[in-house]
């Protein structure tokens, strides 16, 4: 029997449509209009589209939106300056540095997205949003990717609690709190990484499998339990116009139970929920 396929598609409309009406509540309640700044720096393709495909779901979903262009050779200074005026401004609630960021820079990364405020931190990287995750406290920012994740689990009604669920991957913006979402809903979570011994048997025994790679193909159908969950966040381009995920999609949608496929899977799931998080983000601004 072939998985069922969940169609990032389909739940990011569904997660929309939602963000949808809270932005017209706010509108009416407030007069506001959550409003987001992606601050992009130098010229990565790869991000561009990324950026655009924000951009385009701001207008969608009636969320104000400015993307700020900055060149290559933006220093830290100038980059935290224009993060700083982006916090003082009251129409901007929600600011995103889209990474990865050019490789003069790379090292200053903690330091530029620590110059976010939290209350504005879409992405949820800065430690405070960290943190709150980490113990538990419901106020703060969730990552875009891992929350998108969580919500299609829950909308597909998904059995969590008591579940396997193995993450390989282990990355601050996906792997890591992928894992304390998943625990923080009950289930026994294993984080794999790149020094992780019997990776195929882990990955056999879990109930849910999250990939988080980004290596085309890795995850092969003999790593999945017959009837997993199995979420690929991965996102490879191995040719101009051809995007996989992580996992051998063709071989283990014959052997999951249920399964995203890429493109048209987890990456949309990830854009729908940085609206759901610009739209929190201005909540907690009126509340301060
Ligand atoms: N769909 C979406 O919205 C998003 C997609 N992505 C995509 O997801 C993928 C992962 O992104 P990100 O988390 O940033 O990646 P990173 O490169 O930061 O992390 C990759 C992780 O994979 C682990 N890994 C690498 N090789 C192996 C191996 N042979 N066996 C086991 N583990 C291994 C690494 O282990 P170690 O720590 O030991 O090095 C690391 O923890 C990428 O393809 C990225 O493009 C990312 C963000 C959002
Ligand atoms: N500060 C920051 N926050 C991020 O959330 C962030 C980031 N930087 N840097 C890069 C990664 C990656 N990421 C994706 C977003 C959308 C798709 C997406 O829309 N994917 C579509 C289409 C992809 C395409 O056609 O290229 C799909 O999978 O169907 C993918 C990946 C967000 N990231
Ligand atoms: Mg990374």
Redesign the pocket.
């Known amino acids: 029997m072939s998985a069922q396929i969940l169609s990032?598609k389909i739940f990011a409309s569904e997660f929309k449509e939602e963000a949808k009406k809270q932005v017209l509540a706010l509108k009416e309640q407030y007069n506001i209009t959550p409003g987001l700044a992606v601050i992009i720096v130098g010229e990565n393709p790869a991000?561009k589209?990324?950026v655009n495909?924000k951009h385009r779901t701001c207008e969608e979903v009636g969320i104000y939106s400015e993307v700020i262009s900055m060149p290559a050779d933006t220093t830290k200074e100038q980059l935290i300056a224009k993060i700083d005026e982006l916090n003082y401004r009251q129409e901007i609630h929600g600011i995103?540095?889209?990474?990865p960021l050019p490789e003069a820079i790379t090292k200053e990364e903690a330091d530029i997205l620590n110059a976010i405020c939290p209350l504005k931190d879409v992405?949820g990287f800065h430690p405070v949003n960290v943190g709150k995750l980490m113990i538990g406290q419901d106020d703060g920012m969730i990552p875009?990717?891992p929350y998108g994740c969580l919500k299609m689990l829950q909308s597909a009604k998904i059995n969590i609690d008591g579940a396997h669920a193995v993450i390989v991957g282990r990355s601050n913006i996906v792997g890591k709190p992928m894992g304390q979402l998943l625990l923080a809903q009950n289930a026994t979570v294993t984080i794999c990484h790149s020094h992780t011994h019997n990776l195929k048997e882990i990955c056999r025994s879990a109930d849910i499998l999250v990939a988080a790679v980004g290596r085309p193909h890795f995850i092969t159908a003999d790593m999945i339990k017959p009837g997993a969950t199995v979420i690929d966040v991965g996102?490879n381009r191995i040719a101009p116009k051809k995007?996989v995920g992580d996992v051998d999609f063709d071989n283990a949608v014959e052997v999951a139970g249920a399964i995203t496929p890429?493109?048209?899977?987890v990456?949309?799931l990830?854009?729908a929920m940085l609206m759901q998080n610009t739209i929190n983000a201005a909540k907690l601004q009126l509340a301060k």
Do not use: F, M
């Open positions: 990032g991000s589209v990324y495909n995103l540095v889209q990474l992405d875009c990717t996102i995007l890429v493109p048209g899977g990456g949309l990830t854009i």
